[in-house]
């Protein structure tokens, strides 16, 4: 399922306003650099959507986003409720979506659920998303895995995306992986 070539990852609303409450944001923004970091190095296009007056991106992955990915302005919590977001996902021309971002029970929700009616297939990157509550989280990643997309870990979908330990990139993304081991592990 998870091919280079037809993959996409969509980055909601990891902005500060929205962060700031956000209790486990810490982890998760080191998991969604992680996956960012990754796909960027890839060539996997990278759409950000930013729902207006949360602010702007957090700053622990602002500069690796900046010119890099595809940035979304939204009002709507779906994803696909932005003319801007549909488009430049039509004009990708990929048929599977990773997701990450905030909050799980509803943005992401909505957003997996759309993608899904249209077709898509989609893994969402279980600690790269989260919401204020934890019982909103878990609630909406119930939601989530009962609508058939797939959860994984963001090393897990690293991990697939690489294939083999021969891949060029691998020792790169070894080196990631124990970067985030690492922070996590603080």
Not at 11 to 20: G, M, P, R, S, T
Not at 58 to 73: F, K, M, S, T
Not at 101 to 122: F, K, M, N, S
Not at 167 to 178: D, G, S, T, Y
Request: net charge neutral; aromatic share 6%.
């Amino acid at each position: 399922m998870l091919d280079p070539r037809n993959t996409v990852v969509v980055l909601i609303d990891v902005q500060e306003k929205l962060a700031k409450i956000i209790p486990n944001v810490d982890s998760i923004l080191v998991n969604t650099r992680l996956l960012v970091s990754y796909a960027l190095g890839e060539g996997i296009p990278v759409i950000v959507t930013k729902q207006v007056k949360l602010g702007e991106i957090v700053p622990e992955l602002r500069d690796l986003l900046e010119g890099r990915a595809y940035i979304v302005e939204k009002k709507t919590f779906s994803c696909f409720g932005s003319k801007e977001f549909v488009s430049t996902l039509e004009k990708l021309e990929r048929k599977t979506l990773v997701i990450a971002g905030l909050e799980t029970h509803i943005c992401v929700l909505q957003t997996v659920y759309d993608a899904l009616e249209r077709g898509y297939d989609v893994v969402v990157a279980v600690d790269a998303v989260g919401s204020q509550l934890a019982s909103d989280h878990e609630y909406g990643l119930h939601a989530i895995e009962k609508l058939g997309a797939i959860l994984l870990p963001a090393e897990s979908i690293v991990y697939w995306l690489l294939k083999s330990a021969e891949h060029p990139r691998f020792k790169e993304a070894l080196e990631e992986v124990k970067k985030r081991r690492k922070a996590l592990l603080k």
